[in-house]
């Protein structure tokens, strides 16, 4: 079982909006300012689409966004495009003697 | 480019040991905090551990799962870092990755890039 929490699965048609949850404590996604997504294709190497929350590295679409009210993070991808299709995983710092938790990973489908 | 390569994976049975290595090109090894990830067949991403850069001491922080079993080194003279498994068990199976993290930070935040990952397997 994760730390964090997100749905198994979201799906949305090409130039649609969806948005992923991710759901931790006061200890970890609240406490913190340290969250980051990272997408994963089929037999691929995760890569970081957020970081801090909000902060888009250089080369990510402005599509892609994130935010945090409480102990729920966010990420949103507009205008969907079919190579959104991934997993797409929360991250947190979680105090210093857990450090880093992850969420179970949710499958973007691109109907 | 900043690039990072694991290897040393296999196959390894179980109580015996194996040591990963992660070479790093494109960046000032040293600067920054390097961390290692594994993901079992199937399943999501979980965090093994991480070491700081020198200037936060090499300090290095560990998931609970391995603890006392796993190590983290350093060798930035060669710009590599390095995953020492001892005790493995068969829950250990999983590919491991590396990946870069933030320069100049006490508390590593983000992980970019990582590199291709390296399976271990751990059966009789």
């Known amino acids: 079982q994760s730390a964090l929490t997100q749905p198994r699965s979201v799906s949305g048609s090409p130039g649609q909006s969806v948005t992923i949850s991710c759901t931790g404590t006061?200890?970890?996604?609240?406490?913190?300012?340290?969250v980051s997504w990272y997408q994963q294709h089929p037999g691929k190497a995760p890569k970081l689409m957020i970081y801090?929350?909000?902060k888009r590295p250089s080369g990510v679409p402005d599509r892609f966004s994130g935010s945090k009210s409480g102990n729920t993070a966010s990420l949103t991808i507009s205008g969907l495009q079919a190579e959104d299709e991934a997993d797409y995983y929360c991250c947190s710092y979680a105090g210093s003697y857990t450090s880093v938790v992850f969420g179970g990973g949710t499958k973007l489908t691109v109907l | 480019e900043v690039q990072l390569v694991e290897s040393g994976g296999g196959l390894v049975q179980p109580g015996r040991s194996l040591r990963l290595s992660c070479t790093a090109s494109?960046?000032?090894?040293?600067?920054?905090?390097m961390s290692w990830f594994r993901q079992a067949p199937g399943k999501g991403l979980e965090w093994v551990g991480f070491i700081r850069s020198k200037a936060y001491g090499g300090t290095t922080e560990y998931a609970a799962s391995v603890k006392g079993r796993f190590t983290i080194s350093r060798d930035d003279s060669k710009s590599i870092a390095y995953l020492q498994m001892n005790s493995l068990k068969t829950e250990d199976t999983a590919v491991y990755y590396c990946?870069?993290?933030?320069?100049?930070?006490?508390?590593?935040?983000?992980?970019?890039?990582w590199g291709q990952g390296t399976l271990v397997t751990v059966s009789s």
């Open positions: 006061s200890s970890d996604v609240g406490g913190y300012n340290y």
């Open positions: 494109g960046f000032t090894f040293g600067d920054y905090a």
């Open positions: 801090d929350v909000s």
């Open positions: 990946a870069r993290s933030c320069t100049s930070c006490y508390i590593p935040s983000w992980f970019d890039p």
